[in-house]
């Protein structure tokens, strides 16, 4: 009788797939690629013309669009949670960033009926860059591409300095001494995470980061009263991106 009992079919297990949900920790290290753009305007209550020639050079030779570029390295620290293919992140992290650059121009003569030369020399630094982010990805087994976006903050700062000069006065009739700064904008960017392991997985990304516009003013600082120069100012306004591709590793738990 027990030989004519039926037989169960042989049902194969389900298949085990790789689960993205957890905590994990990291570091990173990649190139970051800076550009500041910067835009001068001039006020003069006094003119030796109607033009105001030395205002028109004075804007023309001191814009700049410093480019620093350099290394970034640093750590992240996020928490996963997946839903079948799924993947909803929140990571953030802390890198220094070896961006900064000097830069001069001039002397660039302003008026040959009345000498006048502009010269100037800045600064632009930045050696912080963090980010807070949400993640959304779509896992496929071990491979999860996903697109990320946030907060970002820096530490950068921008300084110039502007002076004019005659050729009969030595000390500058005109100068401005400049500086702007700035600590948060946004952040957007994506990449691709592979678990080479349960709890070692390696990924790369791109970021941009967008950190606005900041202005500022200065009154002349000159010590002449010639030339036009009398009770100017200058408003300077500069606007900071930043782009990073990176590696990293991170241990999940």
């Known amino acids: 009788m027990a030989a004519d009992m039926p037989v169960k ?29 910067a835009d001068q305007s001039i006020f003069q209550p006094q003119c030796d ?29 996020g928490y996963n949670l997946q839903f079948n293919n799924w993947v909803f992140g929140l990571e953030t992290d802390v890198n220094y960033a070896s961006l900064g650059r000097s830069f001069g121009f001039g002397p660039v003569l302003v008026a040959p009926g009345f000498p006048k030369q502009t010269v100037g020399v800045g600064s ?5 860059l963090a980010t807070v982010r949400g993640r959304l990805g779509v896992a ?3 491979f999860l591409p996903y697109a990320t976006g946030g907060v970002a903050f820096t530490n950068e700062r921008y300084e110039e300095t502007i002076a004019v000069t005659t050729a009969i006065q030595a000390a500058p009739i005109g100068l401005f001494n400049l500086s702007t700064s700035r600590n948060t904008g946004w952040v957007v960017g994506g990449g691709v995470e592979y678990a080479a392991t349960t709890w070692w997985r390696v990924k790369v990304e791109y970021l941009h980061m967008d950190f606005g516009s ?16 009398t009770g100017s100012s200058m408003a300077l306004s500069t606007r900071l991106t930043v782009d990073v591709v990176r590696a990293g590793v991170n241990y999940a738990f």
């Open 214 to 229: 900041a202005t500022a003013t200065a009154f002349n600082a000159g010590v002449g009263t010639t030339g036009g120069m």
């Open 140 to 142: 496929f087994d071990r």
């Open 49 to 77: 013309g109607p033009i105001c020639p030395e205002g028109a050079a004075l804007i023309a030779a001191s814009a700049q669009s410093p480019r620093p570029r350099g290394f970034t390295g640093g750590a992240q620290a």
């Open 124 to 128: 632009t630094s930045e050696s912080l």
């Open 9 to 37: 079919a042989y049902r194969a297990p389900p298949p085990v797939y790789f689960s993205w949900t957890g905590l994990y920790i990291g570091v990173n290290a990649g190139g970051a690629f800076a550009k500041v753009s």
